[in-house]
T-cell receptor, first 115, second 112 residues
């Protein structure tokens, strides 16, 4: 069964450093998403991406964040200058665009720890 | 998207049916009820969705009341692996590629 993959599974970084989280969505999917979950809190939407453009972003997704689909398979989330409060699980998701249920398939997540 | 209300936590004995309720009294006519679950900090997993008819798949059944103001997710024979946080989400359905809005969900503990 196809699945979304994410690397690394755990990233530790120093405050102020740049990090890039990587995702490989399911191959025939066209919509891509990033969510995050701070420990003990709800899963929160960050950004959605379609046709090489951001479709929607949340208030969390400020100028420190960017997304990119550098090639036909990867989808990345970059945080330019990490803060302590960026520590969280980051989930990538993808969905197929069509008239079906369009459920989102999530990856296993990257745990980001900012020291 | 309409707001949903779920109990914070529930217990269920292994092998028994788990019935997870969700209230969505402000649901509009073109909104669907979706269920996802999250097993111990893994990525959320789609379970099932429905509009007004009851639905069943290999994972669960979804019962939606006639007035559509509430629904129940049924795991017919819960196992320890079903211990997870279950999220009821109301959103537009077919063709919808918009964000998912997660609440706190119901923490289901399946006990031996």
């Amino acid at each position: 069964e196809p699945e979304v993959t994410q690397t690394p599974s755990h990233q530790v970084t120093q405050m102020g450093q740049e990090v890039i989280l990587r995702c490989v969505p399911i191959s025939n999917h066209l919509y891509f998403y990033w969510y995050r979950q701070i420990l003990g809190q709800k899963v929160e939407f960050l950004v959605s991406f379609y046709n090489n453009e951001i479709s929607e972003k949340s208030e969390i997704f400020d100028d420190q964040f960017s997304v990119e689909r550098p090639d036909g398979s990867n989808f990345t989330l970059k945080i330019r200058s990490t803060k302590l409060e960026d520590s969280a699980m980051y989930f990538c998701a993808s969905s197929y665009f069509g008239t079906g249920p369009n459920e989102q398939f999530f990856g296993p997540g990257t745990r980001l720890t900012v020291l | 998207d309409a707001k949903t209300t779920q109990p914070t936590s529930m217990d269920c004995a292994e092998g028994r049916a788990a019935n997870l309720p969700c209230n969505h009294s402000t649901i509009s006519g073109n909104e669907y009820v979706y269920w996802y679950r999250q097993i111990h900090s893994q990525g959320p997993q789609y379970i099932i969705h429905g509009l007004k008819n009851n639905e069943t798949n290999e994972m669960a059944s979804l019962i939606i009341t006639e007035d559509r103001k509430s629904s129940t997710l049924i795991l017919p024979h819960a196992t320890l692996r079903d211990t997870a946080v279950y999220y009821c989400i109301v959103r537009l359905g077919s063709g919808n590629t918009g964000k998912l809005i997660f609440g706190q969900g119901t923490t289901l503990q399946v006990k031996p």
